[in-house]
């Protein structure tokens, strides 16, 4: 319990603490969304950080953090139609390939099956480790989507019957992007601003998008925090995490770039 209540304190600074986005109960357990096929990860489900543990409840009505979130999600739905939308649309996708340029423009590199194998089979595991360590609070508490709420359009429509089913809190999207944030970080630590940038926009993406409150993004950074903390006891873990460090320095030593519209993305992000 002395965990729970470090890891909340620093939950509390993520939610409490004003911040302007650069944009602007218990029941049975869920199956996951058959949208993209998961790759084990390099932990067993069990292993993977407790979100039950680690974070606080979900904001409850009346209470100041919901209004934050009611707030930040109204500004979030004047977005439709644009670039910033576009974006959102795009950091929804969890398949492979689509999802592993997500931050190669940030990284400067490309990151592909051919190029990177081991990072490209990196950033595969790690997202289902990231993902199951949403999965219990998730489950629990069962919160309402943004757009069950107010009735405002999704940027992904197809996925709205699930998603209106499936628990809003803690972000799974944030908690992976976050993952995925922090080890590329370690990758490529003369690039960590621009990565750690990239992974706050795609946690945004979320609010953007009308699927998630701010609140359920926070909570999802805390747990990618924790997933890589835990990762990194795991040998597996780190001999891909070296051998992803030497593919990059020699797509580096090659010059290659991304494939990406760079320029459009950090547009889209207000860079």
Known sequence: M????VVCALFAVLVCVPFTPAWAASGKPMEPAPRFEKLPGYLLPEAAPDSMELLPPPPVPGSPALATDEEVSRKGLTLRGTPRWELAKKDADLDFP???????CALNAPITERDTP???LLLRKTLTDASNATRRAKDYYRRTRPFVANKAPTCTPDDAPFLATNGSYPSGHSAIGWTWALILSELAPERADAILARGVAFGESRVVCNV???????????????????????????????AARAELAAVRAKGLKPVRDCAAEAAAMGK
Do not use: C, I, Q
């Open 98 to 104: 689509a999802a592993a340029g997500t931050f190669s």
């Open 2 to 5: 002395k965990n729970r209540a």
């Open 118 to 120: 081991h990072l490209y």
């Open 212 to 242: 998630h409150w701010e609140s359920d993004v926070a909570g999802g950074r805390v747990m990618g925090v924790a997933t890589v903390g835990r990762l990194h006891a795991d040998p597996v873990f780190r001999a891909e995490l070296e």
